[in-house]
């Protein structure tokens, strides 16, 4: 498995411990669901380590509202490619809420839906094959498009947008 976040394969340096495992050392970088950090939200927070909530189906990403900037990543599982929440987690997250940290896509990510993680302020993939195997896959699903008719946070500019430069600049 591989990790690609800013066109570069990267190292896993983070524990996802489950909502019932033995937390490592307090200066490990950790990840745990949501529930668990509700639950257990003063103690991981006072650890000296990174720390990460994963997000499952069925979890509400606004109970992090009041957390955000205390979170260096979330990852958002995806179970299954049938299961599109995740797309709205990712865009809550980034447009909504105005999280800055690694929003990472865990789970049955697949290489035609990078593209649209992306664009809904995904920054860093999951993927089940290795390295640069991995880095090419993100890269040609980047690439796919050039044009959107539907905007979103991710800053690219809309067709409605171009026709509209494109006026401006004709008059």
Same mark, same amino acid.
């Given at each position: ?11 896993? =340096?983070?524990? %996802? ?18 529930? !668990?950090?509700?639950?257990? #939200?003063?103690?991981?927070?006072? #650890?000296? $380590? ?7 189906? $069925?979890?509400?990403? =606004? ?6 900037? #205390?979170?260096?990543?979330? %990852? ?5 490619? %049938?299961?599109? #929440?995740? *797309?709205?987690?990712? !865009?809550?997250? /980034? ?6 940290? =690694?929003? !990472? ?10 593209? *649209? ?21 993100? !890269?040609?699903?980047?690439? =796919?498009?050039?044009?959107? *008719? ?5 800053? /690219?500019? %809309? ?5 509209? /430069? /494109? ?5």
């Amino acid at each position: 498995m591989a990790i690609v976040k800013n066109d570069s394969v990267i190292e896993q =340096e983070w524990i %996802t411990v489950d909502a019932e495992g033995d937390l490592p050392a307090s200066d490990e970088n950790l990840i745990v669901p949501l529930a !668990r950090f509700k639950e257990e #939200r003063d103690s991981l927070l006072g #650890r000296n $380590g990174g720390l990460g909530v994963q997000l499952n189906p $069925g979890d509400a990403p =606004e109970d992090l509202a009041d957390d955000l900037d #205390r979170l260096s990543i979330i %990852t958002v599982n995806f179970p299954a490619y %049938t299961d599109g #929440r995740g *797309y709205s987690y990712g !865009r809550v997250l /980034r447009e909504r809420m105005g999280f800055t940290g =690694e929003l !990472r896509a865990v789970g049955d990510v697949l290489r035609d839906q990078i593209l *649209y993680m992306h664009r809904c302020g995904f920054d860093a993939y999951d993927l089940k094959v290795e390295g640069e195997v991995a880095l090419n896959k993100v !890269r040609a699903a980047l690439k =796919e498009m050039s044009v959107y *008719y539907q905007p979103t946070g991710d800053g /690219r500019v %809309t067709a409605q947008s171009l026709r509209e /430069r /494109r006026r401006a600049a004709l008059q």
